[in-house]
């Protein structure tokens, strides 16, 4: 099996992937490919983790900035390392790239170094 990234949210490792079949009364471990063919699921378990992970909220709705959600998510796999790792810096290069294409402001503290 293999547990990498799906869904908006991209549900990774194998603990995620047992917590929200557990938590959907489903096998995600034994068919983690659901989370990418289904549609509904896919957003379900993007909600569900981050709603589980309350560091993913706690980073909007204490206004500590884009880079606090690349880190609750991610960690030390991107952040923490003195500058920006790429795919953090790709992260925030898409976010601003979004905000601009809506008309509004990334807002400060984009970086997770």
Request: glycine share 10%; net charge neutral; charged share 10%.
């Amino acid at each position: 099996m293999a547990y990498y990234g799906r869904g908006p949210l991209q549900l990774t490792w194998n603990y995620n992937y047992d917590a929200a079949g557990r938590a959907f009364n489903m096998n995600l471990l034994q068919n983690p490919d659901q989370v990418a063919q289904n549609g509904l699921l896919a957003w379900r378990s993007s909600v569900w983790f981050w709603m589980q992970n309350s560091n993913c909220h706690t980073a909007i709705t204490q206004n500590q900035g884009f880079g606090a959600t690349i880190r609750a998510i991610n960690g030390a796999l991107e952040c923490g390392r003195g500058s920006e790792t790429e795919p953090a810096q790709s992260r925030i290069t898409y976010y601003r790239d979004f905000c601009s294409q809506l008309g509004v402001s990334p807002g400060e503290n984009l970086g997770c170094a």
